[in-house]
């Protein structure tokens, strides 16, 4: 399966700045996705990200806040945008190899805002 | 829209005792089935994967789990619990046909005892 890394692992922001995650992946993946994992819950889905195009947003989640960028099939960034402590989160990276694959991980970025 | 319940939080169970985590999930039609593995710090590991045939798929680290259409479950079991397998399991369903967008379960958070 394909190994997925991400940076940073951990960051302590100050409000009201802005983080860049960046996801690389060791081989061309059509589709990456983006979760956040809030403390003690479950994965929420941000974006789909397809290179080449704008990325996809789910419900609640907006370009402005979380910009994506897909510059080509292996790498993608997630910029956590005027970060609150509501930010506080795990963000992970998925790929999916093909049609019908299943997802897989990176490590995730814990990011805490003081 | 697909959804996934897990009933169980939070499980203890004694080191070498079996294991049952259970999954139920909706979905109008036939449902790619998903069980993931986090450990502390960690990002999510797949376990195993149902999409078609047998119903009784095998995964890594001696993990199993049993699709039951009548029931829409998804259970996962293991015969004897080992004390690194004191984890965070999410069951997910996925769509059928496309890139797999997936819809997480809340997760059950599991305590090995010794």
């Known amino acids: 399966s394909a190994v997925i890394s991400q940076k940073p692992s951990r960051d302590i922001c100050q409000r009201g700045t802005s983080l860049t995650i960046q996801c690389q992946v060791d081989s061309q993946v059509t589709m990456m996705f983006w979760y956040r994992q809030q403390p003690g819950q479950s994965l929420t889905l941000i974006a789909t990200?397809?290179?080449?195009?704008?990325?996809?947003?789910e419900s609640g989640f907006v370009i402005d806040k979380f910009p994506i960028s897909r510059p080509n099939l292996t790498f993608s960034t997630l910029t956590v945008s005027n970060m609150s402590p509501e930010d506080s989160s795990i963000y992970l990276c998925?790929?999916?190899?093909?049609?019908?694959?299943?997802?897989?991980f990176g490590d995730g970025t814990r990011l805490s805002i003081l | 829209a697909q959804s996934v319940t897990q009933p169980d939080i939070h499980i203890t169970v004694s080191e070498g005792a079996s294991l049952e985590l259970r999954c139920n999930y909706s979905y109008g039609a036939t449902p790619y089935l998903f069980w993931y593995v986090q450990s502390p710090g960690q990002g999510l590991q797949l376990l195993l994967k149902?999409?078609?045939?047998?119903?009784l798929v095998q995964g890594i680290k001696g993990f199993e789990a049993e699709f039951k259409r009548s029931q829409s479950s998804f259970n996962l079991r293991k015969p004897s619990v080992h004390w690194s397998d004191a984890a965070e399991y999410f069951c997910a369903v996925g769509v059928t046909g496309g890139y797999q967008k997936v819809t997480f379960g809340t997760g059950t958070k599991l305590q090995v005892i010794p």
């Open positions: 990200a397809n290179q080449g195009s704008e990325a996809t947003y």
């Open positions: 998925s790929v999916t190899p093909g049609i019908n694959q299943p997802q897989h």
């Open positions: 149902y999409f078609s045939g047998d119903t």
